[in-house]
């Protein structure tokens, strides 16, 4: 193996036609060189997506009321109902998939400045929630507190409100915590800022240029009686969400004397079909990038065997040469397979090292802070990076195996012959 004569040979055979050996290797040395690329950025791609999910619960189901579209028990076609504050109830009382259950509204008023504070105002989404909702949707409270239970029971006019409603509302060193702040002429107490850990999710507009609000406030201080926009819900452990969907749908459906084969009277959004679907699309997107990357790899690779059947047809005097003087089939073999695994190893390498350099280059350079990024930490596993060496070495045995086998097929004295 460390054969020093040996090693030269093969030196000197790859540096006898520099051009050829070049052209010959950047087949093999761009094949791994996209791979690489393609996989980085698929990563990258995924991992901005990921991120922009941030610890939102993927489990979870939204659910809202619209007009039926089917008439049932004497009622009519197009009829608008509301849920209502015993749906949470009977929710949690009938529904075993249930785990976290957060009904919620949204205060409507966004046309204008419905955010007012001394001389500055702004117009943003209110909601109000339960302490519940900080657990199917989390957020990073930078000030303060988020909504407790206290806040639901008392009907405490409160509110936690993004980082954006703080900058706009807010001299910039100024301390929002136990500020006021009025909401559509109704004044509430600032008691927490909050930063969203999850931005591709947006349920009512840019999460930082929003405003939380104790769900019973909401209902009793803007007259929204027991009304409940939608809920937002998550499926226990050993249970899917699609098992959530239809138990709940079924349920309020009944209660709302919706009939079973309306499809349309009740919205819902569920997460867990959203997300598995994601992660099926990036499943087929590694595929088609392995399909790519390794056919490109494969088109290097057969442009090398081709090569060393040239190599071997010009050197085929110096090979009957070579087994006339006691030189075994094997060692014959060894030496053209040895030539087409090196060319093709330090092609490949080389690709697969420039090509990884290329992917931390560009992360080095992607913005580290700030807004929401769809392109995000690109990288190449290292199990990637060791399969791909590996199928660089079989690449290169396959290669020069069949010039190798019509190598020791010639007799020593037709090779002598050979012109």
Known sequence: MFDRDKWTEIWNSLAKNKMRTTLTAFGVFWGIFMLMVMLGSGKGLENGVKDGMGDFATNSVFMWSRSTSVP??????????????????ALRENIEELDILSPRLQVYGRDGNNVVRGLKAGAF?????????????????????????????QRRKVAVIGQKVRDVLFEKEENPIGEYIRINGIYFQVVGVFKPLSTNMNFGGDKEESIHL?????????????????????????????????????????????????????????????????QGLFGGINALIWIVGTGTLLAGVIGISNIMLVVVKERTKEIGIMRAI??????????????????????????????????????????????RQMFLNPNVDFDVAVTALVILVI????????????????????????E
Do not use: C
Not at 330 to 358: C, D, H, N, P, R
């Open 214 to 278: 104790p769900f019973t406030t909401i209902q009793q201080a803007f007259n929204y009686g027991d009304r409940i926009s939608w809920f937002a819900m998550t499926a226990g452990e050993g249970y899917a969400a699609t098992q959530l969907e239809e138990s709940a749908i079924r349920l309020l459906k009944e209660r709302h004397k919706v009939a079973p084969e309306d499809d349309r009277a009740i919205g819902f959004f569920n997460l867990e079909k959203e997300f598995k679907q994601m």
């Open 72 to 89: 049932y028990q004497g009622l009519p076609r197009g009829r608008r109902f509301d849920f209502r504050n015993d749906d949470v109830k």
């Open 125 to 153: 989404s209110v909601f109000g929630d339960y302490a519940q909702w900080n657990e199917i949707d989390p957020v990073d409270v930078v000030q303060g507190r988020f909504i407790n239970q206290n806040d639901t029971d």
């Open 326 to 371: 006691g030189a075994s089939p094997m060692k014959v073999i060894s030496q053209i397979i040895s030539e087409s695994v090196i060319l093709t190893t330090t092609a490949g390498y080389t690709g697969l090292v420039i090509g990884v350099f290329l992917i931390e280059l560009i992360n080095k350079n992607l913005p580290q802070e700030g807004g």
């Open 395 to 418: 690449s290169g045995v396959v290669a020069g195996f069949i010039p190798a086998r019509r190598a020791v097929s010639i007799k020593p004295i037709d090779a002598l012959r050979y």
